[in-house]
């Protein structure tokens, strides 16, 4: 089991960029699909972003695609999700997930991940 703590959220206007962390505690990264979801009020927790092991592939959701970037720095056990030309759309709580994986592989839904975070508020004003 990883331990995964997100921070950067906060209160942006439309047009702004945000840089989200997911620090991750008690297992090596390398060998976890990682992802961001994120769940606006009244609604389901939706696929964001997700990256491989090692980080050389990524795919995301249509809404986020030339936006959002998802990276991950390995040796300091970080994944990271950085959010440009924010929408008022874009306000959610975001968590980051995690999944071991014996092979490198995408993972989109929620189902599929075992490890979560707390979530990180993202507030974007129009």
């Known amino acids: 089991q990883v331990q995964l703590v997100e921070s950067g959220g906060g209160l942006a206007q439309a047009g702004d960029s945000l840089t989200l962390s997911c620090a991750a505690s008690g297992r090596t990264l390398t060998m976890y699909t990682m992802g961001w979801f994120r769940q606006a009020p009244g609604k389901e927790r939706d696929f964001v972003a997700t990256?491989?092991?090692?980080?050389?592939?990524?795919d995301y959701t249509d809404s986020v695609k030339g936006r959002f970037t998802i990276s991950r720095d390995n040796a300091k056990g970080t994944v990271y999700l950085k959010m440009n030309y924010l929408k008022p759309e874009d306000t959610a709580v975001y968590y980051c997930a995690a999944r071991f994986r014996p092979f490198s592989d995408l993972l989109r839904s929620a189902r599929d991940y075992i490890d979560w975070g707390q979530g990180t508020q993202v507030t974007v004003s129009s």
């Open positions: 990256i491989t092991r090692l980080g050389t592939n990524t």
